[in-house]
């Protein structure tokens, strides 16, 4: 079984065999992961077993306080199990296979115990045993032989990453949520690299890698394997990690101490990397992530609120994005992991959706991480990768480079690669589309349908290292993606009548329903109620011999209501219907009452008068309101008055709208969108290729009626 896919289906299969009807789907990994790890732990301590009993003896016998070094030294890894059992000899004792296994765990190493914790394997075997499974579970994995002489430790991590891809498939786990495909990895770390080789191959080089949601641990692996092999073998890479979900922790931790470094499988940390920062005070050379695609982060909300109010103390201080999508955390948090330029300064590439090109309008918590970034000239470039690339979803995914050392020629400005690009060809009947930086693989995993072979891998890596304008590249200003979002204001244009119609629209204003209304309690309060409905009907009745004439020209409107209530005081003042207020009370009404009346009785016209506010100044109309966005490398009253004023003469610009941070008119805001810097127009066909087609087509459908009157 050195195929990794076979031992993969073998491990599958052993779930549906033994544990259907017992464990309900969603709990297989529960049971397999952790037995799949101590199978391979197993077979890695296999060949010197033995000697590791010996010795475990020896030192027992010589009382020595602390062997594990002497122990470490016999087994040849970092890690040791003194039991006498292993999967073979558990199976000599059927009856107390429950004890024994449990005995089998606790000969473990202490540098295990974070494994075996989070892989909660006492409970997990004890369910086993209750369920008369454990001796049928250890006597399938016994057959499969997992040693490093056989399976690798690159296919045995493409063989966890294989089993947790098809686990949160059965759960419907969320898209993006898990591991990368391991030739997407290869080219993040060649991004990554590329470029700091001389640095690289200096004898005695020290380098750190960090990934932030380290999941199994493939892309410290891959980027720690690809130095040694392609650059320095001497080179000290030191790794670093964290990582949320306990089994593919469990994973990673005990795959870094099957590698057989102490140190690596040590800076793995568990717990979530915004709350929980396990490498609280550390900076790193080279960081790399594949974070969850769309996860919200409500639950964390309270510590990264507090925590982007520290502004330039805090890890998130360019703000947050919406609650339901935490990727720019994600990219603020690593920002925030890198070295002073002084000290060698650092470079990033992470895996994102489309969402953190263009989410977010000017102002927002995603664009103004964009800002922060551009204008702080941290990003390098962004590689668009060809669809279908990942297990579990088919969204389009980006990778983003960034570094705070970027060389001279490239400061100021940032590379697009469209490794998207897709091409058409002739296929059965119809054209099909073909990426050009990637292959359809011969059998689908999942959603994963294409693949990068080396030869692409090498493409892109050569396009976003050459940085040159060409098909597929395009090198912009970091200006380029700023904008200036202008607020273009109309003037409001209002007729007015006091008809039946418009008199009757009162009875839905506000201030007009609560001149009838009073908060006073007893008679007091039934004395101002009655006053307000007498002043209700007052005004109803001095509006309605007003006529039906339309006004135009709201100023002129106001006049003819203020005259029409002074005379009403004129031949009121005597009325009865007036006791209320005394004889020489007056009817004044409130700016609010006002407002209402001239609200009810008004319609929107393009023929009337523009509307002045109390300062001579055009009172704006919202339901006109536009906005502009408008390139920052260009003056926003040119960009206006070439733009937006041939079209609406009487627009103006809402210069009361600043940005917080230039003081300058408009919100300036950022996207880096990908479709509109590469989309290229396709002609629409000729018509006469057209008509053809529909002459054939029309031909066709006069065949089949034909036959099926002559039926």
Same mark, same amino acid.
């Given at each position: ?34 037995? /799949? %790890?101590?199978?391979?732990?197993? !077979? %890695? ?5 033995? &000697? %590791? ?41 059927? #009856?107390?296979?429950? #004890?024994? /296994? ?24 004890? /369910? ?25 430790? +690159? ?56 990934? !932030?949601? !380290? ?36 994973? !990673? ?25 396990? +490498? ?52 603020? +948090? ?62 389009? /995914? ?21 490794? &998207?690009?897709?091409?058409?060809? @002739? ?8 990426? %050009? ?60 009548? &006091? ?11 506000? &201030? ?39 006004? #135009? ?34 009817? @004044? ?123």
């Amino acid at each position: 079984m050195q195929n990794f896919q076979e031992t993969a289906n073998f491990i599958w299969e052993i779930a549906d065999e033994i544990l259907r009807d017992d464990f309900k789907r969603g709990k297989y990994p529960d049971v397999i992961l952790p037995f /799949t %790890v101590l199978r391979r732990l197993d !077979c %890695v301590l296999a060949p010197t077993k033995q &000697a %590791v009993l010996e010795k475990y003896q020896f030192c027992q016998e010589k009382n020595l306080k602390n062997p594990d070094g002497q122990l470490r030294k016999a087994a040849g890894k970092s890690f040791y199990n003194t039991s006498k059992y292993d999967f073979p000899t558990l199976l000599t004792d059927a #009856k107390n296979i429950s #004890k024994n /296994t449990i005995a089998y765990l606790n000969g473990f190493s202490n540098n295990m115990r974070d494994v075996i914790e989070k892989f909660n394997l006492p409970a997990t075997i004890e /369910t086993l045993n209750s369920k008369n499974l454990l001796f049928l579970l250890i006597k399938k994995f016994s057959e499969a032989d997992l040693s490093p002489e056989k399976i690798d430790n +690159h296919r045995m991590g493409t063989i966890f990453e294989e089993l947790i891809r098809r686990f949160n498939e059965q759960r419907n786990e969320n898209p993006g949520e898990h591991f990368t495909p391991r030739e997407v990895i290869r080219l993040m770390v060649r991004l990554l690299l590329r470029g700091d080789e001389a640095i690289l191959k200096q004898p005695g080089v020290v380098r750190t890698i960090y990934d !932030c949601a !380290c999941g199994s641990g493939g892309m410290l692996s891959i980027a720690k394997e690809y130095i040694l092999t392609n650059i320095n073998p001497s080179a000290d890479i030191r790794l670093f990690g964290q990582e949320v979900n306990d089994e593919t922790f469990a994973v !990673c931790k005990s795959d870094m101490l099957i590698k057989g470094d102490d140190r690596d499988a040590d800076n793995i940390k568990f717990g979530s990397s915004f709350c929980l920062d396990g +490498h609280q005070d550390n900076r790193f050379d080279y960081m790399l992530v594949n974070p969850p695609y769309g996860k919200d982060w409500k639950k964390e909300k309270d510590f990264i609120d507090a925590e982007a109010a520290k502004k330039g103390n805090g890890r998130f201080e360019a703000g947050t994005p919406r609650i339901n999508d935490g990727q720019l955390l994600f990219l603020q +948090h690593l920002i925030s992991k890198m070295k002073p330029v002084a000290e060698g300064g650092s470079k990033i590439a992470i895996v994102l959706n489309g969402s953190p090109l263009f989410t977010g309008d000017a102002g927002s918590g995603e664009s103004e991480i964009r800002r922060w970034i551009l204008e702080n000239d941290w990003l390098e470039s962004i590689v668009a990768l060809p669809g279908q690339l990942f297990y579990n979803t088919g969204i389009t /995914t980006y990778i983003w480079v960034l570094s705070n050392r970027k060389p001279e020629y490239r400061k100021g400005k940032v590379l697009l690669v469209n490794g &998207a690009a897709t091409y058409k060809v @002739k296929g059965k009947g119809k054209e099909k589309e073909v990426e %050009v930086f990637a292959q359809k693989m011969r059998k689908s995993l999942g959603d994963k349908r294409n693949e990068l072979s080396e030869i692409h891998i090498d493409k892109l890596d050569d396009l976003a290292f050459d940085f040159a304008e060409g098909v597929y590249t395009k090198v912009f200003d970091t200006s380029d993606f700023g904008y200036r979002k202008i607020t273009i204001e109309r003037p409001l244009r209002l007729n007015f009548q &006091a008809s039946p119609e418009r008199i009757a629209r009162l009875e839905s204003q506000a &201030a007009f329903v609560n001149l009838a209304s009073s908060k006073k309690k007893g008679t007091a309060g039934e004395t101002e109620v009655e006053a307000g409905k007498k002043l209700q009907s007052i005004i109803r009745e001095v509006l309605s011999q007003l006529g039906e004439k339309l006004y #135009k020209n709201r100023q002129e409107f106001e006049q003819v209501i203020e005259a029409a209530f002074k005379q009403a005081k004129t031949n009121t003042q005597s009325d009865r219907q007036l006791s209320l207020f005394g004889e020489t009370s007056s009817i @004044k009404l409130s700016a609010p009452v006002k407002k209402a009346i001239l609200a009810a009785l008004s319609e929107k016209d393009e023929t009337a008068d523009i509307c002045f506010d109390d300062k001579g100044n055009p009172e704006p109309d919202p339901e006109l309101r536009d906005y502009e966005n408008v390139p920052l490398k260009e003056d926003i009253y040119v960009y206006f008055d070439r733009e937006v004023k041939p079209h609406v003469p009487d627009a103006w610009i809402n210069e009361t709208v600043i940005d917080e941070k230039d003081k300058l008119v408009g919100k300036v805001g950022y996207e880096l969108n990908f479709n509109r810097h590469f989309y290229e127009y396709q002609p629409l066909r000729p018509r006469k290729e057209i008509a053809e087609e529909i002459k054939v087509l029309q031909a066709s459908l006069v065949a089949v009626f034909n036959q099926m009157a002559a039926e």
